[in-house]
T-cell receptor, first 116, second 112 residues
Framework: AQSVTQLGSHVSVSEGALVLLRCNYS??????LFWYVQYPNQGLQLLLK??????LVKGINGFEAEFKKSETSFHLTKPSAHMSDAAEYFC??????????????FGGGTRLMVKP | ETGVTQSPTHLIKTRGQQVTLRCSSQ?????VSWYQQALGQGPQFIFQ???????GRGNFPPRFSGLQFPNYSSELNVNALELDDSALYLC???????????FGQGTRLTVV
């Protein structure tokens, strides 16, 4: 069974500061990894994903994440926070390989607050 | 290219009633998944439909059931509603063998 842990249910940063949202996963084999963002009363929007290849992946809105197999982590970063980044962020995993289905297992989420 | 659309956006039901939620998948997507997101939590996988058949199920009781139609749209049915069923229900569609899931805006269900 797969599981996802997001450390810190709430993270507060100042505008212009570094954003770091932590995600660790548990899986018998390296899964596919995702970060989604959810704005109030909306669905989920994909920020970025890792399937294979380069372990540092870049996404939308200036976000990036690095897959570290040895640490079973996929932390999300952004060099400079913007007020519009305030939202709920979810890390998720999906079984890798053909015929594994594409069901997502989500972490509990991290609410990012950006102070002016 | 139309996105994933869900209806209704909000509804209120009484404990013990039945509810049907609807989802139209994104154009060209043949797989639909449903997720339950309780307040303050991450989404939890309910089940997935591919070619009109259930193709994976999470840890939800049988009173949660679904359908997929030939046009790939889908329904989620919940019988004998309980207070704990109050949540945001999200539908996501994907192309076969594609890892990117596109989510709808969700249906906010309140059970009183």
């Amino acid at each position: 069974a797969q599981s996802v842990t997001q450390l810190g249910s709430h993270v507060s940063v100042s505008e212009g500061a570094l954003v770091l949202l932590r995600c660790n996963y548990s899986s018998s084999v390296p899964p596919y990894l995702f970060w989604y963002v959810q704005y109030p009363n909306q669905g989920l929007q994909l920020l970025l994903k890792y399937t294979t290849g380069a372990t540092l992946v870049k996404g939308i809105n200036g976000f990036e994440a690095e897959f570290k197999k040895s640490e079973t982590s996929f932390h999300l970063t952004k060099p400079s926070a913007h007020m519009s980044d305030a939202a709920e962020y979810f890390c998720a995993v999906m079984p890798s390989g053909n015929n594994a289905g594409n069901m997502l297992t989500f972490g509990g989420g991290t609410r990012l607050m950006v102070k002016p | 290219e139309t996105g994933v659309t869900q209806s209704p956006t909000h509804l209120i039901k009484t404990r013990g009633q039945q509810v049907t939620l609807r989802c139209s998948s994104q154009s060209g997507h043949n797989t639909v998944s449903w997720y339950q997101q309780a307040l303050g939590q991450g989404p939890q996988f309910i089940f997935q439909y591919y070619r009109e058949e259930e193709n994976g199920r999470g840890n939800f009781p049988p009173r949660f059931s679904g359908l997929q139609f030939p046009n790939y749209s889908s329904e989620l049915n919940v019988n004998a509603l309980e207070l704990d069923d109050s949540a945001l229900y999200l539908c996501a569609s994907t192309k076969q063998m594609n890892t990117e899931a596109f989510f709808g805006q969700g249906t906010r269900l309140t059970v009183v």
